[in-house]
C-alpha cells in the first residue's frame, strides 16, 4: 500500500467503523431500550472506541510499502504520517 493511501484509510476508516458502529446500535434500539441501556449514550461511547481502536489497528497493523527496498514500512509513534522500514531501516 502506498502511503497516501495509508493516510486516507487511516483518516476515513474510524470515521467508516464509527458509522457502522452507530448503525448497529440503530438497528438494535428497542432491544437496548427493553434492556434499560441508553442506546445514545453506548453509540457516543462505542463510537468513540470503535474509532480509537481502528486508528490503532491501521497504525500498527496495514503496513505501507518502503520506496527504497520495498520491504514493510510501519508508522513512527508520534510523529503522523511518517514510516520506519523493517527491512532497510530508513524512514520516509
Known sequence: MSSSRHF???FFGPVVA?????????????KLEFYQVSPLVT?????LVVGMVTRWFV????AVS???????????PDRGNRFACRVCGKDH
Open 8 to 10: 486516507v484509510l487511516s
Open 18 to 30: 464509527g458509522g457502522v458502529f452507530c448503525g448497529l446500535i440503530w438497528l438494535l434500539w428497542s
Open 43 to 47: 453509540m457516543l461511547v462505542g463510537g
Open 59 to 62: 497504525r500498527n497493523c496495514v
Open 66 to 76: 518502503c520506496p527504497f527496498c520495498g520491504g514493510k514500512s510501519y508508522e513512527i
